[in-house]
């Protein structure tokens, strides 16, 4: 390891503009004539649209354009589309309805797109909004996932009977029944994994400028994949073909998941801006992301998990309901399938699996991809699963977990929900996450809370995910609408200096940093001679973005491919000036030597040599030094590990604060572990708060959104947690070249779980059994009510 | 936001004139209500005038009998002095429990009890120290000024001056922020004065209110112990997604007991 | 429009604006000191922090008329001569940063708790930031890069 390569903590190349307030974010951004957007959006979470009157709008100061739905239909242009297509158990396509950018005839969610005023200055957009007239005729609206299939439920679409989107099955069905036949216990259990929004500090924002000389549309938006947008946007939407649309990501502030779908206001603008001829931004105030930044999770489950007499693991039946929102958003339909069905085994050797998940629309903000998408939502269900069956069957918390772990000469393993694990060592994580949270020593702190009356819980949780995102040819199979490799270009220059190409995109990760450290590490050389480029698709080759924590693993690997070109290449033209064989040339800490000689030249010679090829091997090679690399995984990652919670409650109040929380994850080969520590912590944040915090709540009669703001949306601020232990104990993925797993994702998994299991650990002395996400002040206080009655009689 | 007219007068008396010149003019103290309101247009005054440069606003007096404050001296300004956190320390603890550092920087004590936000904490401070509003005409008791939510014994053009908060023998303050927003889902000031124990409550119901009941326990008591079996009654109080009123009646139990357990 | 005068990182800035322009926009679109982000419309995410007369306010709750005649420090005004401001340099050096967009804010906050108190403690720190959210951190690395910030500062 040197000072920059892989494994040093490398302070981040990213860091000073950021500090200096030199970020360029899309807000940031003005365009010379440029236009200001304001979308006019739904009040009503179900309507019909009678009439729309725009005509005193046009007339206000400063408005260059007001247009609506009928005007987006005119034009001919199409809707959003959905990236993955499910089928249901009877083998139909899932429904998918359509997805206007600007609806014309029906409102479906509150938020949804009307219209969309063009002028000069922004606050002129807005009040000229005001003046737009809207003739609604409010239709009752179906809102709570549980109440969606009801006979008696409203419907969002009529091509959706019963506001069944699909009804999607895998597993052996009848290996499980016969399993559960013949268990000696049945563990059952109803939960909810509720509705979270992502709230990226960043607001969405667009910049859309038209170039009239060249007829190039150019994009500036916050994504985390300017190149799908590109695909989605030109090829589906708006009929404009790559080599005359410009997708470019700037600085993008966080992510989560919420930017990697292609949104209306995108399509909107880049149309609006080919009309007028003028740059048109639009940025979302936060009220307006809280409605139409596509919200996560959202299941309603019913699981049951089937033991022998010694609590060993024979069968899991799982069934879910999940509510995809008014509206099939990017890649919502492959979250609560192939992103949580096919996790249901865990880091458990159960040997039958089967679940089954009816998706649903509802009146409500559309649902997708959220930090851990569709694992979060299967290793909590798993996890409150195993510690009530540790309950029911009066064993260790640990004990039942160790004896249902996939042991660590089992792989690889071949789960019976699909995937095939390369590695992992449960048995590790655990044993080092018990000694780090001092287990041993937990009674004892929890008596001394006692003494002060309070109590103290604590939680485990045993995860594993899949990422890396993903084998093309599986997903494929499985109606994944795209390839899912990564792409990765290194230009050696003239003088020795790098530029990398990368079709991943950090926003908040570190890419700058990492994927210089893989470079550094490979041509040995400094990190200041290296610059890594994303986020822009006339600069890229392709990509397709970031998300599924799989830069490191894919993009990563998509490098190492890159940088393997680039070094056999210049091993060619050094053994060309040192007049040896090629074979006998090698390649270390940015030397050529001939093996057993002390003949060298430097790489930076090399790169003079590739572009002034003066002596040169000219008959052979091309000069230049520059080399793509595409990288198509060939599995998933399975990153794992073991979460631990301590919790102290104070019962007066139900308010709970979390006083330790130690993670251990087996996140593969660590290019810099001050990134990937801060990555964890991110994520934990994410996963204490949805466990405590965190909530989107609809008003189930009118579907308004009561949590539509900072003031009733409950970030995780600083003083709401604590410092976390963290550390990782690393087997190498066995099937890319870095051995890395991904890292983006498990804390937002693995913790979630462990907090929850630690609250009901801390209640259970009070007879407390169950309680529902966030377990807020208020919901606690009521469990602790509600089982006074059962307490006073035992 | 829509657009109003900016003024910024040097004295009470232009203030005054200012505010009388429109019918739908609006004060601007701190501004950390108003502001966010104007920005989701939910007002749309066609003046604001901005208390910021009246000198004679601003300001903490503090002699035997108790503290005066000015209606533009900010929450850091109470929490931060010395005077005040000797003279009534839980009057100094309620300021530094307001909102964030940036908005105790700016939000003022006669903003925030003009607009009288159910859920802010200098109301209890008010009617539980037995303090006096000054205005431009006259003096009102705490008692009589705060009328319902977000409603007070303001006439138009009428402008809060100074608070005057007589010296209690002790007093204690205690709060249970709302998780998401920070502001009192329940605060209570307790106070013991020469006028008899006083509880006034905050957060939990339409309007800060006395609860008597605590009150007349406390009288011959002044201990937590003496609250252990005074209820509250739920009727009335808020309930929304963050605490039903039966909630919100258990804590404010609770925080009285606390606020008692740290009168000083 | 009103005119509006104040001195912005040192130097004397004037322009013309709405009643209702706020001080951040003032900042960004007439100044072109896009460091300061806005995050939230409830005052609450503090992205927008700057020092209004050497104190920490946000810059979204205030009307830029408001600050006429002030001294405004934004995040543009922090590093001198290329070097960054020892609370700068430690969120550098303790990762207490991802994706940057509340830095601005998250550092000027933390540079008026360490001009009060040069050694806060974890809870002090905790507290003191309860008007500024980042969703990337968790704050942990926050936290320690304010601590040694505020020592850094006191040297």
Redesign the interface.
Known sequence: MTETGIGAAVKRKEDFRFLTGRGTYTDDINRHGQTYAYILRSPHASAKIKSIDTSKAKQAPGVVAVFTGADYAADGKGGLPCGWLIHSKDGSPMVEPPHPPLVADFVRHIGDHVAVVIAETKAQARDAAELITVDYEELKPVVDTADALKPSAAQVWPQAKGNLCYDWHLGDKAAVDAAFAKAAHVTKLDLVNQRLIANAMEPRAAVADFDRATGEYTLYTTTQNPHVIRLLMGAFVLQIPESKLRIVAPDVGGGFGSKIFHYAEEAILTWAAGKLGRPIKWTAERSESFMSDAQGRDHVSHAELAMDKDGKFLALRVSTIANMGAYLSTFATCVPTYLYGTLLAGVYATPAIYVEVKAVFTNTVAVDAYRGAGRPEATYLLERLVDKAAREMKMDRIEIRRKNFIPRDAFPYQTPVALQYDSGDYHSTLEIAEKKADVAGFEKRRAEAKARGKLRGLGFSTYLEACGIAPSAVVGSLGARAGLYETASVRVHPTGSVTMFTGTHSHGQGHETTFAQIISSTLGMPLESIEVVHGDTNKIPFGMGTYGSRSLAVGGSALVKALDKVTTKAKRIAAHLMEANVADVEFKDGVFKVAGTDKSVPFGQVALTAYVPHNYPITELEPGLEETAFYDPLNFTYPGGCHICEVELDPETGVTQVVNFTAVDDVGRVINPMIVEGQVHGGLAQGIGQALLEGAVYDSGTGQLLSGSYMDYCMPRADDLCSFTVATHNTMCTHNPLGSKGVGEVGAIGSTPAVINAVLDALAPLGVTDITMPATPHKVWQAIQAAKPAKAAE | ??????H?PGSLADAAKALAASSDSKL?AG??TL??T????LANPSD?I?L?AIAELKGIKVDGSGVTIGAMTTH?EVAHSAEVKKAIPALAALAEGI?????R??GTIGGSISNNDPAADYPAALLGLDATVQTNKRKIKAEDFFKGMFETALDEGEIVTAVSFPKPEKAGYAK?PN????YAMVGVMVAKTGGGVRVAVTGAGPVVFRQKDMEKALAGNFSADALANVGTDSKGLNSD????AA?RA??VG?MARRAVAAAK | MPAVSMTVNGKAVTGNVEGRTLLVQFLRENLGLTGTHVGCDTSQCGACVVHLDGKSVKSCTILALQANGAKVTTIEGLASNGELHPMQAAFREHHGLQCGFCTPGMVMSAVDLASQNGDPSEQDVREWLEGNICRCTGYHNIVKAVQAGARAMRR
């Open positions: 936001m829509y657009d109003f007219s900016y910024r601007l501004g950390m502001l966010p104007l920005k989701q247009r604001l901005d910021g850091a909102g964030d550092p940036q908005v920087n700016r249970f998780p998401a927003s920070r997604m963050h605490g039903s909630y258990h804590l609770v």
